[in-house]
Nanobody
C-alpha cells in the first residue's frame, strides 16, 4: 500500500511558475513508477507526466513538454511537478498516482494508488 498526499496548488497568474509536491508513505517509494494527471470539470483525467522508480526514464504529454518537469526525491519519498509559464488552460485538479512497476504508463487505469488532488487555478 502507498498513500499519496499532494500539496502546492493554488491561484496564480498566467506566466507564473508553481511546484507541486506529492508525499508518499508506505512501502519503498523507489519501487513505484509515479505520475501526474490532471482533471478539469466535465473532462477525463489527462496524463501530464510520469517517471520511473529510479528516474531512469521520464515521459511527458506532448503538449506540456518544455513547460512542465517531473522529478522525484526517493530519499524524501516525494514526487514533484515543476510548472512554468502557466496558462489558464492549465487550470485543473492535479493528482499524483503510483504503480508498483518498473515501467511508466500514460493510462490512468494502469495506476493503483492515487492522491486526493490539489487545485491549480491560473488566472488570465
Amino acid at each position: 500500500q502507498v498513500q499519496l498526499v499532494e500539496s502546492g496548488g493554488g491561484l496564480v497568474q498566467a506566466g507564473d511558475s508553481l511546484r507541486l509536491s506529492c508525499r508518499a508513505s508506505g512501502r519503498t517509494f523507489g519501487g513505484y513508477a509515479v505520475a501526474w494527471f490532471r482533471r478539469t470539470p466535465g473532462k477525463e483525467r489527462e496524463f501530464v507526466a510520469s517517471i520511473t522508480g529510479r528516474d531512469e526514464s521520464r515521459i511527458y504529454a506532448e503538449s506540456l513538454k518544455g513547460r512542465f518537469t517531473i522529478f522525484r526525491d526517493n530519499a524524501k519519498n516525494t514526487l514533484f511537478l515543476q510548472m512554468s509559464n502557466l496558462k489558464p488552460d492549465d487550470t485543473a485538479v492535479y493528482y499524483c498516482a503510483a504503480r508498483h512497476s518498473w515501467s511508466i504508463a500514460t493510462n490512468a487505469d494502469q495506476y493503483e494508488y492515487w492522491g486526493q488532488g490539489t487545485q491549480v487555478t491560473v488566472s488570465s
